[in-house]
């Protein structure tokens, strides 16, 4: 496990979206300011439980499909949020044990928690990188992701409930260009992105709540997540509601509820 800055203390003055989010999947790593937040959030869009649910449901689903069909057995994961069974690795490794998998987080509370992502199986390696998706370059040159991940073979980068966390004056597109221009031919973009298309004003008001709390967000449109995949081959069945992408089941919710665009490409 690498760490940028160790020393730094968990803060718990203001709401942290990834514990916000840990709120939502029903875990136990918040604290009050988070479920406040959180329930602040659920009060104007009831939907986020079912969306955080079907968020991790898509990223089983992208998971299972790149390791069977596409031969993919590395994946890089920015935003990985406070563990929550099954992580990445365990549904990838279950496909293929020797999956390698590195994870990245910025907030330090899931930097603590690390160690439950490192539970590899033995063919296999995970490791935990803290780092900022908004500074690539350190991210991509960590020596910690250079002992995991061989860059001449494919790699699935997943960016999921990540990218709307980085506004359109951060440069999204060039941060994940940057992320995907260092991977070789094969690898994969599997990316999860809520969207106010379905309840604009509902969707202001999740708006306004996280960025009162400090968290800057910019939930987008259709459109602006597609072009996310420009350049890649696009799965079917293209940049979908979440529950809607490569079902296991019938589809329950409503694209309200969900409302996250997901969707994954291969690079040509
Ligand atoms: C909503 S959670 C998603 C967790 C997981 N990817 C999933 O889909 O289940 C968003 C995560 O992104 C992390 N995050 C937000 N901004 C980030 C940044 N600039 N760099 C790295 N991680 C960031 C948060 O700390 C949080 O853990």
Wanted: hydrophobic share 40%; proline share 7%.
């Amino acid at each position: 496990m690498t760490t940028s800055n160790a020393a730094r203390d968990i803060d718990t003055s203001r709401p942290h979206s990834a514990r916000m989010y840990d709120y939502y999947l029903g875990g136990k790593d918040h604290f009050e300011v988070d479920k406040q937040a959180a329930e602040t959030v659920a009060a104007a869009y009831p939907g986020i439980f079912t969306c955080a649910l079907e968020n991790r449901a898509f990223m089983h689903r992208a998971t299972r499909v790149l390791a069977r069909e596409h031969g993919i057995r590395q994946w890089l994961d920015i935003g990985t949020g406070i563990p929550t069974e099954p992580n990445l690795h365990q549904v990838a490794q279950s496909v293929v044990p020797e999956a390698r998998v590195v994870y990245a987080d910025n907030d330090p509370l899931v930097l603590k928690y690390a160690e439950r992502l490192m539970r590899s199986t033995t063919q296999g390696r995970t490791t935990y990188v803290e780092a900022d998706v908004n500074d690539p370059g350190t991210l991509l040159n960590s020596p910690a992701l250079a002992e995991i991940l061989d860059l001449d073979q494919p790699v699935a980068l997943s960016l999921n409930a990540l990218m709307h966390f980085v506004t359109d004056a951060q440069d999204p597109y060039g941060i994940v260009g940057r992320l995907l221009e260092v991977l070789p031919s094969g690898s994969a973009l599997a990316l999860s992105h809520c969207t106010p298309d379905f309840d604009p004003a509902t969707w202001q008001k999740v708006t306004d709540i996280y960025t009162g709390a400090g968290t800057p967000v910019q939930f987008r449109a259709q459109k602006d997540v597609a072009r996310f995949f420009d350049g890649l081959d696009l799965l079917s069945p293209g940049v979908t509601v979440g529950h809607r992408w490569r079902p296991d089941g019938p589809v329950e919710a409503t694209d309200a509820e969900v409302s996250l665009w997901t969707g994954v490409g291969i690079k040509p």
